[in-house]
């Protein structure tokens, strides 16, 4: 049989990004790394007054050092090979869906099932 190449992965190369409006960034920054960073931006600044995060008193390291922090910790980790946002989108998808046993069929749990044996012993 033969081999049918495909180059369609040679477009998944992550875009980075090195300069914004002619000003150099001291490092490169993909994509990736720019939405972990906004979106834990925008989750602190939602939560900012429930408990965990309202007794950060520094704002430097309540609104930049978490989710720098946050953002390098998901760019460099990787669950089972894949990266943490694909891990978890696959833990709740499990969470989510009906679990299966023997055949496929779906399990069903009967709520009066006893397990109540009597056994009389001669005294």
């Known amino acids: 049989m033969k081999k049918i190449r495909s180059y369609t992965s040679i477009w998944n190369v992550e875009k980075v990004l090195y300069a914004i ?26 939560f900012a007054d429930v408990p965990p995060l309202s007794m950060i008193e520094g704002a430097f390291l309540k609104y930049f050092g978490i989710p720098v922090a946050l953002t390098w910790f998901m760019s460099q980790k990787t669950f089972d090979g894949k990266k943490p946002y694909s891990y978890i989108k696959t833990m709740v998808l499990y969470a989510l869906r009906p679990k299966v046993t023997y055949a496929g069929k779906a399990v069903i749990v009967s709520s009066n099932f006893c397990l109540c044996r009597f056994t009389a012993f001669p005294a």
């Open 21 to 46: 409006n002619d000003v150099n960034l001291p490092f490169p920054v993909t994509f990736t790394q720019i939405t972990w960073f906004v979106l834990t931006e925008f989750i602190i600044i939602l």
